[in-house]
């Protein structure tokens, strides 16, 4: 089991001894905004829940939020995020990649940037094939 999970789901509690029914407390959602890098580009995600995953290692990401399209204007990153993670459950970032998470007000922009040279993020080393030149 996780060692702690950020979901405010509806809570349902069984109410005191002789109070009637069943009591569920609306509380409001929880945004998180998840920032790893993965194959030399940062990827910036917003979701409904996170939390230490069952591997050892690993960051657990639950519904992944995208934004509904009521306008004729569409983000063309926000679409290949959107293709990237279809029918995606649930995924998992080492924790070694995870540059920063947070919690938010409100769904902001998901996007993807690129990692050159002169850039101020640097991965933790990891041991494995290294970039291509």
């Known amino acids: 089991m996780p060692c702690e999970q950020f979901n ?16 569920v407390y609306n509380l409001p959602m929880r945004i998180f905004r998840i920032t790893f890098y993965n194959q030399g580009k940062v990827y910036q995600l917003h979701a409904e829940e996170v939390f230490q995953g069952e591997l050892y290692g690993f960051v657990e990401v639950h519904g992944l939020l995208f934004d509904e399209h009521t306008s ?34 409100k769904r902001g922009q998901n996007m993807i940037f690129d990692v050159g040279d002169q850039s101020n993020v640097t991965p933790f080393p990891s041991f494995g094939p290294g970039p291509k030149k």
Do not use: C, Q, W, Y
């Open 72 to 105: 004729v204007v569409i983000d063309p990153s926000e679409e290949r995020l959107k293709d990237e993670f279809a029918n995606t459950r649930r995924i998992l970032i080492p924790m070694h990649a995870v540059i920063r998470i947070d919690e938010v007000e």
């Open 8 to 23: 405010l789901a509806p809570i349902i509690a069984d109410p005191p001894a002789g109070a009637g029914g069943t009591r």
